[in-house]
């Protein structure tokens, strides 16, 4: 069992960054992938980035490409989301998600992501 707890969300204007994190505990971090998704009011949860368990291979969704970063330390059992040049459009509550067996498939990963944190608000204002 892996248990997630974000962090580093808040109140931003457009263009501005955030670091987003997501401690990990419970099964050992650097065995499994972890990803970032995100969910704005009304709207179903998005896939956003994901990252291999060695952080050797990551993945986007097109709107936050060459914008957004992943990364991990498997040293300090912690991920990242490095989020820059932030639109309004990026608000959400931003969750992240570890590797299992079962769970939410994500096209164009080969990762299945059933564990998930509480979550951590964003906000972007114009």
């Known amino acids: 069992q892996v248990q997630l707890v974000e962090s580093g969300g808040g109140l931003v204007q457009a263009g501005g960054s955030l670091r987003l994190s997501c401690a990990a505990s419970g099964r050992t971090f650097s065995t499994y992938a972890m990803g970032w998704f995100r969910q704005a009011p009304g709207k179903e949860r998005e896939f956003v980035a994901a990252?291999?368990?060695?952080?050797?291979?990551?993945y986007y969704a097109a709107s936050v490409q060459n914008r957004f970063t992943i990364s991990r330390d498997n040293a300090k059992n912690t991920g990242y989301l490095q989020m820059n040049s932030l639109k309004p459009e990026d608000t959400a509550v931003y969750y992240c998600?570890?590797?299992?067996?079962?769970?939410?498939?994500?096209?164009?990963?080969?990762?299945?992501?059933?564990?998930w944190g509480q979550g951590t608000q964003v906000t972007v204002s114009s």
């Open positions: 990252i291999s368990w060695s952080g050797g291979s990551t």
């Open positions: 998600a570890a590797e299992s067996k079962k769970g939410t498939v994500v096209a164009g990963t080969p990762f299945h992501f059933g564990s």
